[in-house]
């Protein structure tokens, strides 16, 4: 990784990109719930172990395009798309793809932080038992590996028997997270991780997603412009279903192309 | 608490002391390079203006990113704020050296000068003052600052007696030469570069305070 | 000028009085009940001071209280009362319960020397004691100081006299009974099929058995011969003596020489008796123990076997069935079940699982059985499987609903959440959904068991009966008789109400079987309720 202070305050160019695969490419990918249309023709590649942040008005679909990514929508009846969503080279809808190890590979972070009724532990764990570990040992280094990497440790490590519902607002979204990089997944997607908390612990899980950019490519979708503006590497504006612009964030923010994204980015929308 | 991009806050101190420095030493150099009449030490002088023409780029990047991103509030802004006209002062005492470096060149084209009226002095109050208003910003020292404000009248003091030596022996004289006048030159440079010292201790000043002291008198 | 909106009161507070008014009336209702219960109930053990009644024609009667009521036929201006005394001596008197007009009623004297006998049969009675000869032959009389403590020590004896002979009669003879109609059964099959080596074999068998009967018979002779020693010689108030034999005597006592502390301890003996002892009379009288444990036994195996029908039947029509008209058609029909009449569901147990599953298992597997033993069924007749499966398809809807709901009601991040994290449906049922529902489908299983416990109706189609000579869980291999019929305390209520010989014994034993019951129901619920409790600490944040 580069040193400290040097680059990070040159103006990024696209250059920068080099020496980083695409990971993530999305192509023509149009979605539909039923017969309404979510989403239309959407076209971006997301590099490996950097941020990318889903921008937009409410029903813009950003939310959509970001559950398409590991297929949580295929939990909904009538849904369609066309087009294509490759990981790592390899199609998310090859037939071939078990869709369960799709999601071991791609974490989730929800808006509202969901742990199970289980002690902080047995969270943790949980998606490496559903992978089959079952040595203790294993176990319990993995747990205090992600928890570590969560920012949580320290907190909880004297309680990891207690019910992981007395945590806090912001711990639980840490241990979402923790949850959520367990098994070492590839990606981590984050669905408005922080509309629920408080700016100190939000402060908190955008300092981590700082520290997570190193080792897992990350994309976050927030209502807040000014979180994108904060942690991302490359932001994607959408509205109404169509991906408007697509570009490192300083250029959405310091100079955006589409006078569309000037007008969102300056509060003047609507 | 720390976050992640007030690591970008403290690069953009740094630069700025960078240019400080920078300037301080060009205005240093120049002034020797005029008493001894030394060339080599002009033409350096002259090279280095560019490099810190760069850092005011740069510098001024830095705020426009800073202020985009990452939504600066209390004395943060008015970092950004002073900053930028920090910067702009730098480069421009830059400049000021940079004039006096030209000017010393074609002195010495001419040959060596005897007689140097006020000017070693006002350059080294010139040098002391513009010490003084970058450690009042180093260092977040309001005495500091405002004593620049106070000191720079010794330089106009000075810039004017300059002046009145020079031109008050006129009339025919054939004394003024054409050295003289480009000593002049230098004595102006010499008061614009207290004048932007001053300029500086006053966004300090704002920094530090909160208050405006621009245009006072 | 104060305007109506101005007053303090809000509108519509009197429809809160309404609620309340309510409220206050059901429970009036069930405390009514309850008490009503108790009060009939409780007097069955409870042992007052035994009068001697002389009447204004010379006679007289000893008994005990046991109701008083307005005479029929007397205007209600001016009402008579009758009382009706349990004097006991049905071989004497015909009948425990005598009528007495109270007008008639001259004195009431409370001697000391009253007794009262509960006995093995004929039932009770109220005497004067005249004498008591021991078993080692002394005789006593009622005027000789030590005849309290004697009689204790003779019933005593008697006691264990009577349970030996019980250990002998029904246990030992019991079991070679037992082996000996299996042999029988084998020694006919063995004909049948011609196998001579066979049938020698189960006719020594049979001989052998013969012999220990015999063996068991003559003991058991010996031990009543030598109880026989022990009797106590009686007279009732009309002067008729009676000889009563100690055997026949369960329990002595002299209530109007008991303290308060003595008629307590006398209380709780009669009521551990109660609960622990087998009926006795026609079930007028004695325990109910079989008849608990009956009850007991079938709701559990009719909640061990609802649980996981339900459950499963919940899971796959909440998580696996596709949405659609069938599924709604599956829904409203599983809905529409709850609503069926116990006695229907009887009618489908007799129907389907006695005589088609029944019969089927039976032609399977207990062919030799039918062909050799008077064709008497296994499980092909009622019992203790059909019962508990006819209960719990009968209360299958409450736990297909209450676990519906409370899947429905784990919120949607958690099953996000699980999917997300990679894994399948399956895993994500059974590590997050099902422990996060466990309460609400507790719930639902506590209703099941209510609801089922309480049921008579079906219960006399597929497997009550009146007096079970055996116990559906006992001590002789395979221990759990799954093809027995038993006892159940609901059926008991209603046989003792309506199909009691003597229905004025069987009055009281009405009462507190009914107490019984409800007692028993209430602390299953206690029980499933407490569980409850426990599995919504560990998983605070769930819903129910």
């Known amino acids: ?270 | 608490m720390q976050r992640f991009f007030h690591d970008e806050l403290r690069q953009l101190r740094d630069d700025l002391i960078l240019m400080g420095e920078r300037s301080l030493d060009m205005t240093r150099m120049v002034l020797r390079a005029v008493e001894a009449g030394d060339d080599s030490l002009a033409l350096q002088v002259r090279g280095m203006d560019d490099r810190v023409d760069e850092l005011e780029k740069r510098v001024d990047r830095e705020i426009m990113r800073y202020l985009t991103l990452f939504g600066p509030m209390g004395s943060d802004v008015r970092l950004l704020l002073a900053a930028r006209d920090i910067g702009h002062d730098l480069e421009r005492i830059a400049d000021e050296a940079s004039v006096i470096a030209k000017r010393s060149l074609v002195i010495s084209e001419r040959g060596p000068l005897k007689n140097f009226l006020h000017v070693p002095q006002e350059g080294v109050i010139a040098c002391e003052v513009l010490r003084l208003a970058l450690d009042s910003f180093i260092e977040g020292d309001l005495d500091k600052a405002r004593l620049v404000l106070k000191r720079d009248a010794e330089i106009d003091t000075l810039n004017r007696l300059n002046y009145e030596e020079l031109f008050g022996q006129s009339g025919d004289n054939a004394k003024v030469s054409a050295s003289h006048v480009e000593l002049i030159f230098i004595s102006k440079a010499l008061e614009r570069i207290g004048d932007h010292s001053k300029n500086i201790a006053e966004q300090v000043i704002f920094l530090l305070s909160g208050e405006d002291v621009r245009h006072a008198r | 000028m104060a305007t109506n909106s101005d007053s303090s009161t809000p509108r519509g507070e009197s429809w809160v009085w309404f609620t309340g008014l309510g409220l206050i009336i059901g429970l009036a209702m069930v405390v009514g009940l309850l008490s009503l219960v108790i009060v009939n109930g409780i007097t069955v053990f409870w042992a007052p001071p035994v009068p001697v009644v002389k009447m204004a024609d010379g006679q007289g009667i000893i008994g005990q209280l046991a109701q008083r009521r307005i005479r029929p036929g007397t205007p209600a201006s001016d009402p008579r009362y009758e009382r009706q005394y349990q004097v006991g001596l049905r071989e004497l008197n015909g009948n425990s319960y005598l009528w007495v007009d109270e007008a008639k009623i001259k004195a009431e004297e409370f001697p000391a020397d009253v007794l009262g006998l509960e006995r093995v049969e004929n039932g009770p009675a109220f005497v004067r004691p005249i004498t008591l000869k021991q078993s080692d032959g002394k005789v006593l009389s009622i005027t000789d100081a030590e005849f309290e403590t004697s009689l204790q020590s003779e019933v005593a004896a008697a006691r264990q006299i009577r349970e030996k002979l019980v250990e002998i009669n029904r246990h030992q003879v019991g079991e070679v009974n037992a082996d000996m109609e299996s042999a029988r059964i084998g020694l006919r099959r063995a004909v049948d099929l011609h196998q001579e080596a066979e049938a020698v074999t189960n006719r020594e068998i049979i001989a052998r058995l013969e012999a220990q009967y015999a063996i068991l018979q003559a003991e058991g002779r010996k031990v009543s011969e030598g109880g026989a020693v022990a009797t106590l010689g009686v007279q009732d108030a009309a002067g008729r003596s009676v000889t009563v034999p100690l055997t026949q005597v369960i329990r002595a006592w002299f209530p109007n020489r008991l303290d308060t502390p003595g008629r307590v301890q006398l209380f709780f003996s009669r009521l551990r008796e109660f609960i622990f002892d087998e009926p006795r009379e026609a079930n007028t009288e004695g325990g109910l123990m079989p008849a608990i444990f009956g009850t007991l036994v079938m709701t559990v195996f009719m909640s061990l076997m609802v649980t996981p029908f339900g459950v499963i039947t919940a899971i796959y029509l909440r998580e696996y069935a596709q949405q659609g008209a069938v599924l709604r058609i599956v829904r409203i029909s599983v809905n529409n079940l709850a609503g069926v009449p116990s006695i229907v569901f009887g009618v489908f147990g007799l129907g389907f699982f006695v005589y088609v599953l029944g019969g089927t298992i039976d032609q399977l597997f207990f062919a030799d059985q039918l062909k050799y033993n008077n064709n008497s069924p296994v499980f092909g007749t009622g019992g203790m499987l059909w019962c508990s499966l006819t209960l719990a398809l009968m209360t299958l809807p409450v736990v297909i609903v209450a676990t519906e709901e409370a899947l429905a009601a784990v919120p949607r991040g958690m099953r996000e959440a699980s999917l997300a994290t990679g894994a399948s449906k399956w895993q994500t049922i059974r590590d997050i959904l099902l422990p996060a529902s466990a309460p609400g489908i507790l719930t639902g299983v506590i209703l099941a068991m209510a609801r089922g416990a309480g049921e008579v109706a079906p219960l006399m189609l597929v497997g009550v009966v009146k007096l079970a000579p055996t116990l559906p869980l006992d001590g002789t291999a395979p221990f759990l008789h799954m093809d027995r019929k038993f006892m159940h305390l609901g059926f008991h209520v209603y046989d003792l109400g309506f199909q009691s010989p003597d229905s004025d014994a069987a009055r009281p034993m009405v009462f507190a079987t009914t107490l019984l019951l409800i007692v028993l129901v209430v602390c299953l619920n206690i029980g499933a309720i407490w569980i409850r409790n426990r599995l919504r600490a560990r998983f605070k944040g769930a819903s129910f």
Not at chain 1, 176 to 187: D, F, K, L, S, V
């Open chain 1, 1 to 270: 990784m580069n040193p400290p202070s040097a680059s990070r305050i040159k103006v990024r160019p696209s250059a920068e990109r080099e020496g980083r695969k695409d990971y993530i490419s999305i192509r023509d990918f149009g979605f539909w719930y039923g017969q309404k249309k979510a989403l239309d023709a959407i076209s971006l590649d997301i590099p490996e172990r950097q941020v990318v942040a889903f921008i937009g008005p409410s029903g813009c679909g950003k939310s959509t395009l970001l559950r398409n990514l590991n297929r949580m929508n295929d939990l909904v009846d009538g849904i369609r798309h066309e087009g294509d969503i490759t990981i790592n080279g390899r199609s998310i809808y090859d037939p071939g793809l078990e869709v369960i190890s799709l999601r071991r590979r791609v974490g989730m972070v929800f808006q509202k932080s969901n742990p199970f009724p289980k002690s902080i532990f047995e969270n943790v764990v949980y998606a490496l038992r559903v992978v089959g570990v079952r040595d203790r040992a294993v176990l319990e280094e993995a747990c205090e590996t992600s928890l570590r990497k969560a920012a949580l440790w320290d907190e909880v490590k004297d309680r990891l028997d207690d019910s992981a519902l007395g945590l806090s607002g912001g711990q639980m979204q840490r241990l979402c997270i923790a949850r959520a990089i367990a098994n070492r997944p590839e990606i981590l997607l984050m669905d408005e991780p922080c509309s629920a908390l408080d700016p100190i612990a939000t402060g908190k899980i955008e300092e981590l997603i700082h520290e997570l950019k190193d080792q897992f490519t990350i994309v976050i979708v927030t209502h807040s412009m000014q979180q994108a503006a904060r942690v991302s590497d490359r932001t994607a504006f959408f509205y109404l279903g169509k991906q408007i612009e697509y570009d490192t964030t300083e250029k959405i923010f310091m100079n955006p192309s589409q006078a569309q994204t000037e007008a969102y980015i300056s509060g003047r929308f609507g």
